[in-house]
């Protein structure tokens, strides 16, 4: 089993910078890739970006290249999503989740989700 918690969202500003946090615990947790998804308003949920524990590889949906970068601290089990210039597009509720590949946009591919953490950005 993988715990995954997020913190650090909140409303925010056109033009701020935010970082999300996702803390990992279980026994295999480091086994998995580790992604960002989010979910806007009458929207799916998409694919932000994934990473991975062993070797810090990261993978980005196109949307997300230009202002979304993540990261990990593996002393502390800590997955970051750190978004600059935010837009009020970005309001969404951000998911960590695990899963098999970094390079799956699909959520089917992964198989432990957090409870999601807001993030409203006011114009």
């Known amino acids: 089993q993988v715990q995954l918690v997020e913190s650090g969202g909140g409303v925010v500003q056109a033009g701020d910078s935010l970082r999300l946090s996702c803390a990992a615990s279980?026994?295999?947790?480091?086994?998995?890739?580790m992604g960002w998804f989010r979910q806007a308003p009458g929207k799916e949920r998409e694919f932000v970006a994934a990473?991975?524990?062993?070797?810090?590889?990261?993978y980005y949906a196109d949307s997300a290249k230009a202002r979304f970068t993540i990261s990990t601290d593996n002393a502390k089990n800590t997955v970051y999503l750190h978004i600059n210039s935010l837009k009020p597009e970005d309001t969404a509720v951000y998911y960590c989740?695990?899963?098999?590949?970094?390079?799956?946009?699909?959520?089917?591919?992964?198989?432990?989700w957090g409870q999601g953490t807001q993030v409203t950005v006011t114009s």
């Open positions: 989740a695990a899963g098999a590949s970094i390079y799956s946009h699909y959520e089917v591919t992964y198989d432990y």
């Open positions: 279980g026994r295999t947790f480091r086994s998995y890739a």
């Open positions: 990473i991975s524990w062993s070797n810090g590889n990261t």
